[in-house]
């Protein structure tokens, strides 16, 4: 991660949000990034941030970027702990762009129509549970909202020779029918490829808007923003759900990898003019070596989806 384009980004955040959130929010916001500490290995070349003072603002390039991380770890683990039974597939449900009069309606039609989606009877009879992702882009060519959802679907693993199969024309007959629009030209489905860092993981896991649109002017911010804030983003249902009760409680602790990465250093950096300047540099103590090295990772890397 590229911590000061991110915090850059945080302060141009900063101009567009201070008049929506607390006080204390903006402070949280003005400060998040200002201090990074993080843990080296002997060449200096491999870092891994330990600690940081977050605002955890949604709309945060900073925060967001972390989130997202934690969150494609969180999905490849699901996925390692039902795969043995279930094959995976990867859904992008759209339809035509609205203005930004029609955007929090449309989000509400969205989730409307997939609703309606999950009670149609193929839907029943193939899926045995999803994890579901908003996002809304926008087009400054046409100066639209372009909302739509990114679905990570579990089915059994007889899916692909059974009779419950949906061919791809039959998933574009049901969201067009869900979503009562005859407009709608196309879906995209395709099975899962269960490397950790597969695409479809990632377009799960990552942000619900882009830096690089709402961060244009104020005008975009405004209405990403007022049709993002409080919204629930991302849901669990079936076998997901079930088996993100058991990561919270630790039990799929298994399926995450260890780092092997050896640290050596503690470095600590401090931001100010406009970059971040190495404030402290020390050996870790045998201890902390010890507390440290070789446990398991927190966060998927995800460098690969970055612009």
Request: hydrophobic share 35%; glycine share 2%; net charge positive.
């Amino acid at each position: 991660m590229d911590y000061k384009t991110k915090k850059i980004k945080n302060q141009e955040l900063q101009k567009i949000i201070i008049n929506k959130v607390s006080s204390e929010m903006f402070q949280r916001i003005e400060y998040c990034g200002s201090f990074l500490e993080f843990h080296s290995d002997f060449t200096g070349e491999v870092k891994k941030l330990v600690k940081a003072n977050n605002c955890e603002n949604r709309f945060c390039p900073i925060c967001a970027y972390k989130k997202a991380r934690k969150e494609a770890l969180k999905l490849s683990v699901l996925i390692k702990s039902l795969e043995k039974d279930n094959n995976f597939l990867f859904l992008t449900l759209t339809s035509p762009n609205v203005t930004s009069d029609n955007l929090e309606e449309e989000i509400k039609l969205y989730n409307e129509s997939f609703k309606r989606l999950t009670k149609l009877k193929p839907f029943m009879s193939a899926v045995v549970g999803y994890v579901r992702k908003l996002e809304v882009t926008y087009n400054h060519d046409l100066k639209t909202y372009h909302p739509h959802f990114h679905v990570l679907l579990a089915v059994k693993k007889s899916y692909f020779s059974s009779r419950n199969y949906i061919k791809r024309d039959e998933w574009l007959e049901m969201w067009k029918s869900a979503k009562r629009d005859n407009t709608i030209t196309q879906v995209d489905v395709r099975k899962l490829d269960l490397s950790l860092d597969d695409k479809g993981i990632l377009e799960i896991a990552k942000y619900s808007a882009k830096d690089s649109d709402y961060l244009k002017s104020q005008d975009i911010f405004d209405v990403i923003y007022k049709a993002l804030k409080g919204k629930r983003l991302i849901t669990y249902n079936g076998v997901f759900k079930e088996s993100v009760k058991e990561f919270k409680k630790g039990n799929l602790d298994n399926y995450i990898e260890i780092d092997m990465t050896e640290y050596i250093y503690r470095i600590l950096y401090q931001w100010g003019r406009g970059d971040y300047v190495e404030r402290e540099k020390r050996e870790l103590t045998q201890d902390e070596k010890e507390r440290f090295n070789y446990k398991q990772i927190e966060e998927l890397n995800m460098f690969r989806t970055e612009e």
